[in-house]
């Protein structure tokens, strides 16, 4: 899992608990959108784009989480994308950090 950036933008992290980082960076996969998805992706794209902004991600980031997040699901809601970003990062990073 990347580290956080205490310089990101504006100086504040976000409120959702994430890693600004690319799904390959948390070691998930995306594959490319069919295009019967391409408008639902866009329209929640935009949703959720503030919060991933202001949590520090990028557009290609945010571009990037939205195509992974529909290659698992038709449709969605900004706090399931959110809940799920979350997930998906905290499955990597349990992986690379040694239990106490």
């Known amino acids: 899992m990347a580290p956080s950036d205490p310089n990101r933008p504006g100086g504040q992290s976000g409120d959702d608990g ?3 980082e690319s799904p390959s960076e948390a070691g998930v996969s995306v594959p490319r959108v069919p295009i019967e998805k391409v408008e ?10 503030a ?3 202001h949590d520090g991600f990028s557009d ?13 699901h ?3 809601e900004a706090d399931e994308v ?8 905290a ?6 950090r040694p239990s106490d």
Not at 65 to 72: I, Q, R, S, T, V
Not at 82 to 89: L, Q
Request: charged share 45%.
């Open 18 to 20: 994430l890693v600004p």
């Open 40 to 49: 639902s992706e866009r329209m929640l794209e935009n949703e959720v784009r």
């Open 51 to 53: 919060r991933l902004e």
């Open 60 to 72: 290609d980031q945010i571009l990037r989480w939205l195509e992974a997040y529909f290659a698992d």
């Open 74 to 76: 038709d449709e969605g």
């Open 82 to 89: 959110v809940a799920w970003i979350r997930d998906r990062e």
């Open 91 to 96: 499955r990597e990073g349990s992986t690379e």
